[in-house]
């Protein structure tokens, strides 16, 4: 398929999980990918890679909780492609802590990370995507439909940024604006990796089963590309304000 020719997409948390996984999946489609994460490194190799696949990428390195920096790089992808047709907030951290140990500091981090960055990027981008009738598509979560022990500040903040995709989505439905969101279960991710070797003291393993597909199991971050492929173009031109709950019957 070649759904996003001559279409540019922004897509933050590129260099890695998901973000990744999408920003290969839509350039294997002919999209023009802009790759932004705040680890340089890892998303010019992301970006490379997609050209060295015979694509085309530029990866700009941005922390999503800096509105400057957050505002240059959506100018950047403007300036650089004369246009932007997508834009896919998949950045995002998760932390387990006992509600009552979660320190202020760390409540702040995972809001700022999960719901006020996607928040700046829209606005940034927004202008740009009523003039090509774009797309936005946010990474929330299954966190935001339901309990997940040990992670208040991740759920709230997935939970959040459900609200502002809807928010949005009713705002701006008549100008020709789509906004979606995803809300995975398990899905194997660094950022998944790193978060369960951080379980608090004398938490309860059965508890985490509700985090995981009904088989246990971990879903590969392809799974959650393909979804984001497809709400972030005219697949999904009536389709708005809603949420596509990708976790194998996990919820069901």
């Not at 700009?60 to 997508?86: F, P, R, S």
């Not at 202008?127 to 966190?143: D, Q, R």
């Not at 398990?186 to 597909?213: S, Y």
Request: proline letters at 3%; a negative charge.
């Amino acid at each position: 398929m070649a759904r996003y020719t001559d279409k540019v997409v922004l897509i933050t948390g590129a260099a890695s999980g998901i973000g990744k996984a999408s920003a290969e999946r839509i350039a294997s489609e002919g999209g023009k990918i802009v790759c932004v994460d705040r680890q340089q490194e890892a998303v010019e190799k992301v970006a490379a890679g997609i050209i060295a696949n015979g694509g085309e990428a530029i990866a700009i390195a941005c922390d999503v909780t800096d509105q400057e920096a957050v505002n240059a790089t959506v100018a950047k992808a403007v300036d650089t492609y004369g246009k932007l047709n997508a834009l896919c907030n998949i950045a995002g951290v998760l932390r387990f802590d006992h509600t009552l140990e979660l320190k202020m500091e760390d409540f702040d981090f995972v809001m700022n990370v999960n719901a006020r960055g996607p928040f700046m990027m829209c606005q940034a981008a927004i202008p740009h995507l009523l003039e090509t009738k774009g797309f936005i598509v946010n990474m929330s979560s299954t966190a935001a439909l339901g309990a997940h022990a040990w992670t208040l500040a991740y759920s709230a903040s997935k939970g959040a940024l459900l609200s502002m995709t809807k928010c949005i989505a009713v705002e701006y439905m008549l100008q020709g604006l789509n906004c979606n969101a995803i809300c995975p279960g398990g899905i194997e991710t660094p950022m998944v990796e790193a978060a369960a070797h951080h379980i608090p003291e004398g938490a309860d393993a059965r508890l985490m089963t509700k985090a995981m597909l009904p088989d246990g199991s971990f879903a590969p971050p392809s799974d959650v590309a393909s979804a984001v492929a497809f709400l972030a173009c005219e697949d999904a031109n009536h389709i708005t304000g809603d949420h596509l709950r990708l976790d194998g019957g996990l919820m069901t």
